[in-house]
């Protein structure tokens, strides 16, 4: 699996600029922001799928939390730019071996898509497509065969088992969530 991981983390998206003094609305890809935008951290500009652009980069003068993500002042621009309209939707990343380490029983957002999502009483419900941060806490996207996309509370109380190199999140539902 590790000859699959890679090269770079996406640890946020630039949605959009902010005020008049360069600095830029991001929306979380990390639940570890203060070491992704920690000032001096240079991150590198990619696409929606992590992969980096041939130039661009961001060197983050200072961070700051924001109706659930972080306005970024970036070295690059002093104030309002047509350059930050040209980076909107673009992806901040880190090179894999600056991510902080995981923790036992964590896995990076990117290893969550693609995961079978199993339960002990349904067995496997679907497969995870997406991850949505909601003010009430993280957002699994579920597409089921039969019965489209579940939103499932991402939550610590819920999670039996994640087996990155399986592929398998194993989860204990409260009854009725899957009827849903």
């Known amino acids: 699996m590790a000859g699959d991981e890679p090269p770079f983390l996406i640890v946020g998206t630039v949605q959009k600029p902010h005020g008049i003094k360069g600095e830029l609305f991001v929306r979380l890809d990390t639940d570890r922001p ?3 935008f920690a000032p001096g951290r240079v991150l590198r500009l990619g696409t929606a799928d992590g992969n980096p652009l041939e130039s661009g980069v961001l060197t983050i003068e200072r ?24 980076i909107r939707g673009r992806a901040l990343l880190v090179p ?3 991510a902080q380490a995981l923790e036992e029983g964590e896995v990076f957002y990117h ?5 079978r999502v199993m339960t002990e009483a349904e067995g496997e419900v679907g497969v995870v497509t997406d991850l949505y941060e909601a003010p009430s806490g993280p957002l699994l996207a579920v597409r089921r065969a039969e019965r489209g996309e579940l939103l499932i ?4 109380q819920m999670i039996r088992r994640i087996d990155a190199a399986e592929g398998v ?3 204990d539902l409260p009854a009725g ?3 849903l």
């Open 111 to 115: 290893q969550l898509l693609g995961m």
């Open 169 to 171: 999140l194993e989860l």
């Open 63 to 86: 961070a700051r939390p924001f109706k659930g993500g972080m306005l970024v002042k970036a070295l690059e621009f002093t104030g309002r730019s047509p350059a930050q309209d040209e």
């Open 177 to 179: 969530l899957l009827e």
């Open 96 to 98: 894999r071996g600056e």
């Open 153 to 156: 509370p991402f939550v610590q």
């Open 34 to 36: 203060g070491a992704a």
